[in-house]
């Protein structure tokens, strides 16, 4: 006979695994604050190099504005500038992209938690199945 709440559970288990299971599985392989850094460090690195992208975007584009500060020796104000708004960007970007990646892994933790839960059930309805 046909168990109706077994057939139920392994759909609800396959769908999981074939929508967002592969990658909760992936992301609850790391501890959360690894989980937590490592995308946090990988945010940093690409706020970095826009940033140096954009700088000499910006450097092209107001070389004549750059040269004339050389000569009056004020190139240190727009470098101490610069490097100020990296800095705030920076703290920006790793505050934001912190809250939010830790946000995702407790998410997907939870779905992984109730598919563990679904496999358990899924035992045990195939274990009464067998008595």
């Known amino acids: ?25 992936k992301e609850n392989a790391f501890f959360a ?9 990988k945010t940093l690195m690409g706020v970095t190099v826009a940033y140096v992208l954009i700088f000499g975007i910006y450097a092209v584009c107001n070389l004549e504005t750059i040269l004339s500060a050389a000569a009056n020796f004020k190139l240190t104000d727009l470098f101490q500038d610069a490097l100020r708004y990296y800095i705030i960007l920076l703290i920006i970007y790793a505050v934001v ?18 598919y563990y839960r679904m496999l358990k059930l899924i035992e045990k309805y195939g274990q009464e199945d067998r008595k």
């Open 33 to 41: 604050s690894d989980y937590v850094r490592y995308n946090v460090l």
């Open 1 to 25: 006979m046909l168990n109706i709440k077994k057939i139920r559970w392994m759909s609800q288990a396959s769908i999981y695994q074939k929508n967002e299971g592969i990658q909760d599985l």
């Open 97 to 114: 992209s912190a809250a939010v990646y830790a946000w995702r892994y407790h998410k997907s933790h939870e779905r992984v938690r109730i």
